[in-house]
């Protein structure tokens, strides 16, 4: 099982980013994959999770509106488009499947 983060970077507030996910090594269309971030000095807070049948959910009121996580199946790949990033969004965000993690992908949002 292997997730590979990309599509991180520096932004300024108020601009957009969209990460990608690329999943091998399990049977991606029956899976539950989640973006967690990780900002300095604070645990894991999950994002948003995507189900098999595509469906999202956010789990933070302060993302939902902001962040839209979607997948292709055709590219075992899952998206996460944010936009109207504020510095709060700074930190380093995974995808996550199971136990697996990513190796993560460094946001930051500064002017």
């Known amino acids: 099982v292997q997730l590979v983060e990309s599509g991180g970077g520096v932004v300024r507030p108020g601009g957009s980013l969209r990460l990608s996910c690329v999943a091998s090594?399990?049977?991606?269309?029956?899976?539950?994959i989640s973006w967690v971030r990780r900002a300095p000095g604070k645990g894991p807070e999950r994002v948003s999770r995507?189900?098999?049948?595509?469906?999202?959910?956010y789990s933070t009121n302060f993302v939902r509106g902001r962040f839209t996580a979607s997948s292709d199946n055709a590219k075992n790949t899952v998206y996460l488009q944010m936009s109207s990033l504020k510095p709060e969004d700074t930190a380093v965000y995974y995808c996550?499947?199971?136990?697996?993690w990513g190796q993560g992908t460094q946001v930051t949002v500064s002017s």
């Open positions: 995507l189900s098999p049948s595509g469906g999202a959910t």
């Open positions: 090594g399990f049977d991606f269309k029956s899976a539950t």
């Open positions: 996550v499947t199971g136990n697996t």
